[in-house]
C-alpha cells in the first residue's frame, strides 16, 4: 500500500514519528514524502513538488485563491489534494492512503480494506461543514480526480459557495472536499468514527476529536479531556454514554465493548506519547 505524506516547509520532527508509525505498523507500506524541501528520509521516496506539478495544480495555483491570506497554511492545505494526484499519476500508482502528517497509525491496510469501498474516495468527516484529511484511502484513482476537478471547477468561480456555506468568506479545502461530497455523496465514502453495535469488526477512525480528547491542543494548556459539540463525535462523547482511552492502543469504550481505533489525530504534536505497539 502507498502511503503520501505532503508538506510545505521545515518537516516538524513529530512527522519522522508519524512515518515510524507507518513503517511500524504496516510491513508492506511505500511511504512518499512530497514536499518542497529536499528531505533524505530513509526507507522513503523523497520527492518535490516541483518535480511532480501537473497542469491542473499549475491552475489552482494560478487562482491563488487565499492571495489575501497572511497565513500560508491555507495555500498549502489546498494544494495538497492536488499534489496528491500529482504524486499518483508520477508514479503510476493506482491507490493510497493519506493523512496529516500529526496523525499515528495502529492498523494496517489489510487490517482496514473491508472499511474501504474501492469505487469511492474514503475519507473522515468532523462536521457537517468539514471532511478532514486524518484518515483517508482511494484506489479509484479516476474518481478522486474528478474530485479535483469539481474543486478546480468551484474554486473559479467560488462566490455563490461562499455565500452558501460560510458566511460569503472564504472556504477552506475542507469546506471544500465537503461541498463536491454533499453535491456528489456517489464519489465519497465516510469512515466510521462513531461506535456501531452492528460494527462486527469493532474499528473506528478518528477524525479528529477523540485524538484531541486525548491529547489536547496544539499550544493551549489544559485542552485535554476537553470536549467541543461541534463534531460528530464530540456531541457523541458528550452524551456521556463512553470513555476514550489508551493503554498501549487508543480504543473507546462503548455499550460494554471496545472499539479500536484505527489512527489517533494527535493534535497536541506529542506523538510520540502515542506509540504504537512494536514501535
Known amino acids: 500500500m502507498n502511503y503520501i505524506y505532503i508538506y510545505s516547509g521545515k518537516l516538524p520532527s513529530y512527522a519522522k514519528v508519524s512515518i515510524n508509525s507507518v513503517e511500524s505498523t504496516d510491513p508492506e507500506a511505500n511511504i512518499v514524502l512530497c514536499s518542497d524541501e ?56 493506482d491507490n493510497f492512503i493519506h493523512f496529516d502528517v500529526d496523525v499515528m497509525i495502529y492498523k494496517s491496510y489489510n487490517q482496514l480494506k473491508n472499511y474501504f469501498d474501492c469505487e469511492k474516495f474514503n475519507i473522515t468527516s468532523i462536521t457537517e461543514l468539514d471532511l478532514i484529511f486524518s484518515y483517508s484511502f482511494t484506489k479509484n484513482i479516476e474518481n478522486y480526480q474528478l474530485i479535483c476537478e469539481k474543486i478546480y471547477e468551484i474554486l473559479k468561480n467560488p462566490e455563490k459557495y461562499e455565500k452558501k456555506f460560510n458566511d460569503s468568506k472564504k472556504l477552506n479545502e475542507m469546506m471544500l472536499l465537503n461541498i463536491v461530497y454533499m453535491e456528489n455523496r456517489e464519489l465519497f465514502n465516510i469512515l466510521p468514527s462513531i461506535p456501531n453495535i452492528n460494527n462486527k469488526n469493532k474499528i473506528l477512525f478518528d477524525s479528529g476529536t477523540y485524538g484531541q480528547y486525548l491529547s489536547g491542543a496544539s499550544k493551549t494548556l489544559l485542552s485535554k479531556n476537553i470536549i467541543h459539540e461541534d463534531s460528530f463525535v464530540g456531541r457523541f462523547l458528550l452524551k456521556g454514554s463512553a ?15 471496545n472499539f479500536e481505533l484505527a489512527n489517533l489525530h494527535i493534535h497536541s504534536k506529542n506523538l510520540d506519547k502515542y506509540l504504537p505497539k512494536g514501535f
Not at 520527492?47 to 489575501?68: A, M, P
Open 38 to 93: 529536499g528531505n533524505h528520509l530513509p526507507n522513503v521516496k523523497n520527492i518535490t513538488f516541483e518535480n511532480i506539478e501537473s497542469e491542473l495544480t499549475k491552475k489552482v495555483k494560478e487562482i491563488n485563491y487565499f492571495r489575501d491570506e497572511t497565513n500560508p497554511l491555507w495555500t498549502t492545505s489546498l494544494l495538497r489534494i492536488f499534489y496528491l494526484l500529482d504524486v499518483v499519476k508520477f508514479f503510476g500508482y
Open 243 to 257: 470513555s476514550v482511552k489508551f493503554k498501549k492502543r487508543p480504543f473507546v469504550r462503548f455499550n460494554k465493548e
